[in-house]
């Protein structure tokens, strides 16, 4: 299994670029550039009635970095409606390395003790590269991604890059926008981190704050510890 330097992985997403394999069995990788990228704009979230009373009611309880290890093994499992997967060894290693170091993230939603779905991703400046999204019970996945939205517009972050676009993911609001176009809003996230991007501090000017809807929850704003509730309200204010 070839081994990928984390700075090499944070330099390429810098220039929008990233790492996929072949299958999960895989030794190497390949970096992808799409000439058209999904993003899912902060401000553009489609909360339907039914998703709005699913968060609200805690169907799920929802965390955020809790069980990273088991997220990115999730995401990376086959299952009837994806038999194959693009995160082989070497992609899972390197994102558990940038998770130690503080740059990947997960969101889990838990049926009891039990993972039942979410997503991880990496977070540069005010981006967030979300890499795999997965359910093992109805509207996880839906959920997990509406828990991220909200966290990033209170964390300042103002991309959220979903690389390839899907049916699912246009029906929560996600648009496909041309390579240059893309290009612009990733130099604007970025900016103000340097000429070493990929070195970047994790907090400071240029940066985006994971963790400030945790903060939040210590305010008026919202409950503390924060609940489904005040995802939905935060998500109605411009959903």
């Given at each position: 299994?070839?081994?990928?330097?984390?700075?090499?992985?944070?330099?390429?997403?810098?220039?929008?670029?990233?790492?996929?394999?072949?299958?999960?069995?895989?030794?190497g990788?390949?970096?992808?550039?799409?000439?058209?990228?999904?993003?899912?704009p902060l401000?553009?979230?489609?909360?339907?009635?039914?998703?709005?009373?699913?968060?609200?009611?805690?169907?799920?309880?929802?965390?955020?970095?809790?069980?990273?290890?088991?997220?990115?093994?999730?995401?990376?499992?086959?299952?009837?409606?994806?038999?194959?997967?693009?995160?082989?060894?070497?992609?899972?290693?390197v994102?558990?390395?940038?998770?130690?170091?503080?740059?990947?993230?997960?969101?889990?939603?838990?049926?009891g003790?039990?993972?039942?779905?979410?997503?991880?991703?990496?977070?540069?400046?005010?981006?967030?590269?979300?890499?795999?999204?997965?359910?093992?019970?109805?509207?996880?996945?839906?959920?997990?991604?509406?828990?991220?939205?909200?966290?990033?517009?209170?964390?300042?972050?103002?991309?959220?890059?979903?690389?390839?676009?899907?049916?699912?993911?246009?029906?929560?609001?996600?648009?496909?926008?041309?390579?240059?176009?893309?290009?612009?809003?990733?130099?604007?996230?970025?900016?103000?981190?340097?000429?070493?991007?990929?070195?970047?501090?994790?907090?400071?000017?240029?940066?985006?704050?994971?963790?400030?809807?945790?903060?939040?929850?210590?305010?008026?704003?919202?409950?503390?510890?924060?609940?489904?509730?005040?995802?939905?309200?935060?998500?109605?204010?411009t959903?």
């Open positions: 299994m070839d081994r990928l330097d984390p700075q090499i992985v944070l330099g390429a997403y810098a220039v929008g670029v990233f790492p996929m394999a072949d299958a999960r069995e895989a030794d990788v390949y970096w992808v550039e799409p000439r058209r990228r999904a993003i899912l401000d553009g979230f489609r909360l339907s009635r039914s998703l709005r009373k699913t968060i609200a009611a805690d169907r799920f309880r929802v965390t955020a970095d809790r069980a990273f290890p088991a997220m990115i093994r999730l995401c990376a499992e086959s299952a009837a409606d994806r038999p194959e997967t693009w995160i082989n060894g070497s992609i899972e290693q994102f558990l390395d940038l998770h130690r170091g503080g740059r990947a993230h997960s969101i889990e939603c838990w049926d003790d039990t993972l039942v779905g979410g997503l991880y991703g990496l977070a540069l400046g005010r981006a967030f590269f979300g890499e795999s999204m997965v359910s093992r019970a109805t509207d996880a996945s839906k959920v997990a991604l509406a828990w991220l939205v909200a966290r990033l517009r209170v964390g300042g972050f103002t991309l959220l890059d979903c690389q390839f676009q899907t049916p699912h993911l246009a029906s929560l609001g996600a648009v496909e926008i041309p390579r240059a176009r893309y290009v612009a809003l990733l130099g604007e996230a970025l900016s103000g981190l340097g000429v070493s991007t990929a070195f970047a501090a994790l907090d400071g000017a240029g940066v985006g704050d994971f963790r400030a809807l945790e903060r939040l929850g210590a305010t008026d704003s919202v409950s503390s510890p924060v609940v489904g509730k005040d995802i939905v309200q935060l998500l109605a204010q959903s």
